[in-house]
């Protein structure tokens, strides 16, 4: 059988590291890392995991910025790629609204590219689109709501998200005018160790510890947070090797496009989340012998001052499920390790 090996865009990321570490330590796969190394990418998070990947035999990075087309010299250095995980991207929804074009640019046009890319490979087996829910827009605050099966119609609100829905339109394609195996997979809020200092997560460690004011998103008349579902990115990784070893999507019409919903078990309203961030602060700090502040916070209207803000999003995982899938690592308990984790190691609360 011939060797795998997977190409993984965005590998210095955030949820691109933890996805390396969890192939390397629980498959057989082959990995080249790819990235340009943007203000959110960090070849430190590579090097901070428990397995050392650029001195492990199964690892490979290159720099590359998949904004500018592979020349025919990349392609022959990655014909032995099997598969593609394309999760780099530009992912913060802030500065898509302060710069949409630069996000058109990297997750449009880079994404193209990479489908490009994927399509002069000769050993392709399968392209996988790593997407987010926010390709569908918001659902309504009641929980009693369900979650967008995986056929929805896309609905996006804010430039982010409708990059990545057209990456997604630009993955089927692909698949339907050249025949590229591809799925798509879609993921809700992930947390974890060493994530961008800007998102929520890490901010409301920070302002524990600090006593800075925390912005809650939430209803115009500022009652009721806004929710969503967390998930681990130790999950998520596992999710996807469920999927390549399962490999439900084989006897499909060529041309076809699955995709996958990866749901965590729990959603949380931001103030709760907050909230329990905060126990686990008081909790843990004190054995780091760092001192806490208190969580200070201020609900926010944030969609009124801020278009493009949703308040909540939700995903329905009973495909994944019925696949024989579930979370292997509890909320809670995922929750509170990330926090131990930031409060042993400080620095990745302020630099990426
Ligand atoms: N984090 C979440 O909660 C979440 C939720 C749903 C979906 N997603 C998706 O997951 C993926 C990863 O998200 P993340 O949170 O790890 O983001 P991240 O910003 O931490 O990582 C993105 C990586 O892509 C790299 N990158 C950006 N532009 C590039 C380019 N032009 N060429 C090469 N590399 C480039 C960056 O340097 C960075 O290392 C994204 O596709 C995002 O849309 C994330």
Redesign the pocket.
């Known amino acids: 059988m011939t060797k795998r090996t997977i190409l993984i865009?965005?590998a210095?990321?955030?949820?691109?590291h933890h996805m390396v570490e969890h192939i390397l330590k629980n498959t057989d796969f082959n990995i080249i890392g790819?990235?340009?190394?943007?203000y959110?990418?960090s070849l430190d998070r590579l090097r901070d995991i428990q397995i050392d990947p650029f001195h492990h035999p199964r690892f490979t990075h290159m720099g590359?910025?998949?904004?500018q087309p592979a020349g025919p010299n990349l392609i022959r250095e990655l014909a032995s790629v099997t598969h593609v995980l394309h999760?780099?991207?530009?992912?913060?929804v802030d500065r898509s609204i302060a710069d949409p074009m630069s996000f058109v640019m990297?997750n449009v046009v880079?994404t193209t590219n990479m489908l490009e890319l994927a399509r002069g490979l000769p050993q392709m087996e399968l392209f996988i689109y790593?997407?987010?829910?926010e390709v569908f827009g918001p659902v309504p605050l009641d929980p009693a709501y369900p979650g967008h099966q995986e056929t929805a119609v896309h609905s996006p609100k804010n430039p982010y998200a409708a990059t990545?829905s057209s990456g997604e339109q630009m993955v089927t394609a692909f698949a339907n005018t050249y025949g590229i195996p591809c799925i798509i997979t879609r993921?809700?809020?992930?947390f974890g160790e060493r994530q961008?200092p800007e998102?929520f997560i890490p901010k409301v460690i920070r302002s524990v510890l600090s006593g800075a004011v925390v912005p809650i998103h939430a209803t115009p008349d500022k009652t009721q947070a806004g929710m969503r579902h967390y998930i681990h990115a130790r999950n998520v990784a596992d999710a996807h090797m469920f999927l390549l070893e399962k490999r439900p999507w084989i006897g499909n019409a060529c041309g076809h496009v699955e995709s996958y919903h990866i749901v965590g078990e729990r959603e949380v309203d931001n103030l709760q989340l907050a909230l329990m961030i905060e126990r686990f602060v008081r909790d843990l700090a004190p054995a780091s012998g760092l001192k806490v502040a208190g969580l200070c916070y201020e609900m926010v209207d944030f969609h009124s001052s801020r278009p493009g803000h949703d308040l909540r999003y939700a995903l329905d995982g009973r495909k994944m499920k019925a696949l024989g899938w579930q979370p292997p690592k509890n909320f809670e308990e995922s929750l509170k390790k990330t926090v131990q984790w930031s409060l042993e190691n400080p620095g990745w609360l302020s630099n990426p």
Do not use: C, P, W
Not at 87 to 92: F, I, N, Y
């Open positions: 865009t965005g210095a990321g955030f949820v691109g790819i990235d340009s190394l943007s959110s990418g590359y910025d998949f904004r999760m780099g991207a530009e992912s913060h990297a880079g790593f997407s987010t829910d990545k993921q809700m809020n992930i961008h998102k």
